[in-house]
């Protein structure tokens, strides 16, 4: 009837490995030499898991679905001759397993595309297999990045009457690893018997349990590196690496008739002493201990620090109402605000009421605040006066006048905390503080 030149399955981007939760898509694509006709051509999604009791069989004794869907791509039809092209789309589920082939059982994915055509013709078939990756956060591990350790001690007994013990350590640095990383291996043999020992052995071995009625167990042997025994009485410290090879994932997480362990095993021949290390391969790797997998809870707040003067400011400016008038609101109202400064001293005057610079001072109001200043400074380098309520202050002292102000600044806001600091008076500089004198 009709002749089929191309039928093939594509892929977007030519690409054959995704992840649970991704969409998979791609077209049919059809290439008829003749006119052919068709009752539908559909395309149909599967993944599932099937182990068999028999070595490398596809007669699966249990199966396991993780999903099954088809599309419709076309109804009752007719292809005329030249190239035909269907897009397809479908979603991967979050729960679905890594792809894996061992040799009693796999886990399978692939796409299907069917051309079924009127009776007596023949249907046609293409497949087109992808693989799925989930990858394994060793990060999500618990105690992934300690150590892992075993010891094991061997008595025996040697030219029938003579006995002897072997004490065999293994360690390595860490219980996860991802593909290329190194795996550092030390073991230490103490041997106190008056007979050599066999050589040492280490190896990487995949251990995989297919879980049928009766569960069949595979390990095979992925890596493996040898050292000398040990002499009579004596002791050592073996270090080795092995290279992670590209592995499956432990686990096998989403899939309940595959599972897959590995472990480091290092034996001692001749005494049989055996000890075994699990360990995990994933492919996210280990986070350096700078960043921490967990988050970690937020940070109290310290305590605010206490202000304390500067040796080096000549210049102090009030930030806070008096604390009685923060006390006494009432009190407040009937006597003035007084400004206390932190080098105040309890023998000294009460300090000058902000009210007497809301004017500008005339010439003799200055000579008569600087006659009342000296007398009650004695012999002090200088003296601290306010000029207004919000006003800066500013150190004066035998030698200067007091510096005038107008009303207009009792309106403007206070000086910053770095204004309030400079120094501009070299006498300062020694490090004499100055003293407040009101």
Known sequence: MGKILVFEISF????????????????????????????????NCHGFCGVSNRENSSSWVLEEQYFNSTLSLADIGTLTPGEHSFPFQFLIPESSPTSFDGKFGRTVYRLTSVIETPRFSKDYNAVKP???LKPLNLNEVPDIEKPSSSQATKKFTYLLVKTGTVVLNAKCSMRGYIPGQVIELTTKIHNDSGKDTGHVLGALIQKVTYKTKRP????RTIAEV??????AGGHTEWKEQIVVPSLPQSGLDGCRLIAIEYFIQVSLKCPEVLVTLPIYIGNLPISSPSVAPARAPPPIPAD?????????SHTVTPTAPPADELATPAAAKTRAPQVKSCHSSPGLPP?????????????????SL??????????????IHFSGRNSTPAPTNRASAMQNRTSNYLQDPPPTYEESCSDNDP???????????F
Not at 20 to 43: N, S
Not at 358 to 363: A, D, V
């Open 12 to 43: 977007g981007s030519n690409k054959v490995v995704y992840s649970p939760g991704e969409c998979i898509t791609g077209a049919v694509k059809i290439v008829v030499g003749r006119t052919l006709q068709y009752k539908t051509i559909k395309v």
């Open 216 to 219: 069949i167990i595979s390990a």
């Open 351 to 367: 300090p000058v009421s902000p009210r007497t610079f809301r004017h500008t001072p005339n010439q003799g109001q200055c000579q």
């Open 370 to 383: 600087r006659d009342r200043a000296h007398s009650s400074a004695g012999p002090m380098e200088g003296t």
């Open 130 to 132: 992808f693989y799925l």
């Open 304 to 312: 605010a620090p206490v202000p304390q003067p500067r040796v080096r």
């Open 427 to 437: 006498r300062f500089s020694a490090g004499r503080r100055p003293t407040a004198g």
């Open 226 to 231: 040898q050292a000398a025994g040990v002499k």
